[in-house]
Nanobody, 124 residues
């Protein structure tokens, strides 16, 4: 029942930054774990970052750790992905997702609701 809408993607030079937003509606935001995944053409969907639904620290893929930060604004029902030091290999469609599980981990199979995606293109 949850609805997710991503925004904030675009074209950015390598080394630059973007902040993605995911607006959630249809269910209480804080009840769900929220995550970001990405998918490049011809590649499998890849986990990027997530925040567990109740307390807990955010967690990241190795490729994102140290460069990306996931955060949440419950008042706005919005989750963010701040991406710094972007690399061309970060180019992908980025999807936000919601899970009804307390501990969804990094598997896309544990996230049941998905946004439409937002394109991030990093050029050198």
């Amino acid at each position: 029942q949850v609805q997710l809408v991503e925004s904030g993607g675009g074209l950015v030079q390598a080394g630059g930054s973007l902040r993605l937003s995911c607006a959630e509606s249809g269910i209480t935001f804080s009840r769900y774990a929220m995550g970001w995944f990405r998918q490049a053409p011809g590649k499998e969907r890849e986990f990027v970052a997530a925040i567990r639904w109740s307390a807990g620290s955010p967690y990241y893929a190795d490729s994102a750790k140290g460069r990306f930060t996931i955060s949440r604004d419950n008042a706005k029902n919005t989750v963010y992905l701040q991406m710094n030091s972007l690399k061309p290999e970060d180019t992908a469609v980025y999807y936000c997702a919601a899970s009804s599980l307390k501990e969804p981990g990094s598997s896309y199979e544990n996230f049941g609701s998905w946004g439409q995606g937002t394109q991030v293109t990093v050029f050198s």
